[in-house]
């Protein structure tokens, strides 16, 4: 295992780039987007900051600097990995790709123009900004799928395969359904492959945990929307995967039958998703309540990733506590800057970040 612990220590030398409370607290102070984007070239953000843009919204600047920097720490990561290690590093990466297409197919059925679908996207590591711009000018879902089977990314067959169920009720769970299934198959095959570390705790290494707890977090995410849009689905279990640690069949099928959103999530906080459902905070206006509540899932994975790299330094944990330490530091950045463009409220705001946890 002698590449982990060299990544390991390389880990422990980039999160020196990573924001502090204290930073993030004095962004959040910050009353404008100028003042915010001169905060942040004086920051690990400042390189990229000076090579984005031209003339440009102060805004389309600093989500374009965010994504640079975002595509030049997963580009030096997949550069210090192999073998076991590039492999950890891409079943991680494969639900941020899912997570990516999923945005632009949102997009293409919503209308959205190709430089707004960009804006709301995460370089992955393996699509860089080029490839991100060249999916989201796809005219549609089968342009996309099709441009996707062309670069032999394993993604466009499953969508190819569920356009026509998708073609008549125009549903998009169709084929975010498709794109998961995909990952938990993928992510399954790199985990016999990969050669385990020291489990934590509970017997689970950090990839096993991560997926695991990423099953979980898919399928109550599927049962409480089909709660909250009150869809009776034809074939309850069309959505839904195996692999989960938390949620058997029966118990999705108890949050299921809650006739309201509120009583669904009262009971799936009977589990380890207690802690992060009890510290909702009621509905606000003009914020998706299913968004707040995916953000305090995630909460989850963050606290378990980062206990099981404590356990066990030189195992999995710091690689899939780095990963998701970064995509929580740039979605924070990204919600702080949205919600300046709409002025959301600083109460409202709070409820969609994740400073601590």
Excluded at 12 to 18: G, L, P
Excluded at 28 to 33: G, T
Excluded at 34 to 56: D, K, N
Excluded at 213 to 242: A, G, H, Q, W, Y
Aim: charged share 25%; aromatic share 6%; with cysteine.
């Amino acid at each position: 295992m002698s590449d982990l612990f060299y990544l390991s220590a390389r880990l422990r030398a980039m999160r020196a780039q990573f924001l502090t409370r204290r930073e993030f607290e004095g962004i959040l102070a910050l009353p404008d987007l100028s003042s915010i984007a001169s905060a942040l070239r004086e920051s690990p953000y400042g390189q990229t900051m000076e090579s984005a843009g031209g003339e440009v919204p102060e805004a389309a600047r600093i989500e374009e600097a965010l994504r640079r920097n975002v595509s030049q720490t997963l580009t030096r990561l997949l550069a210090l990995s192999s073998g076991d290690c590039a492999e950890a590093v891409q079943l991680v990466l494969g639900r941020w790709e899912v997570q990516a297409v999923k945005t632009i197919l949102r997009g293409k059925v919503s209308g959205a123009s190709p430089a707004e679908i960009l804006s709301s996207l995460v370089p992955t590591g393996l699509h860089d900004e080029a490839a991100l711009e060249e999916m989201s000018r796809q005219a549609d879902p089968r342009a996309l799928a099709e441009l996707m089977v062309t670069w032999r990314e394993p993604w466009g067959r499953p969508l190819l395969r569920a356009l026509p169920s998708f073609r008549g009720p125009r549903d998009l769970a169709i084929l975010e359904s498709a794109l998961d299934r995909c990952w938990i198959e993928q992510a399954t095959k790199l985990l016999r492959e990969i050669r385990p570390c020291s489990p934590g705790a509970d017997g689970e290494d950090a990839l096993s945990l991560y997926v695991s707890l990423s099953v979980d977090t898919i399928n109550l995410m599927t049962v409480l929307k089909e709660v909250e849009d009150r869809i009776v689905p034809v074939n309850r279990d069309r959505n839904l995967f195996p692999g989960g640690r938390i949620f058997d069949e029966n118990t999705l099928d108890r949050i299921r039958a809650s006739p309201t959103l509120a009583e669904a999530l009262r009971e799936a906080g009977r589990s380890l998703f207690l802690r992060p459902l009890a510290a909702l905070p009621p509905p606000a206006e003009g914020v998706p309540y299913l968004a707040v509540v995916e953000r305090q899932l995630d909460r989850v994975l963050l606290r378990a990733s980062r206990n099981i790299a404590r356990v066990d330094p030189l195992g999995w944990g710091p690689l899939v506590s780095f990963l998701l330490e970064k995509l929580r530091e740039v979605r924070n950045l990204r919600m702080i800057v949205r919600a300046r463009l709409v002025d959301l409220p600083e109460a409202e705001l709070g409820h969609l970040l994740i400073l601590e946890y």
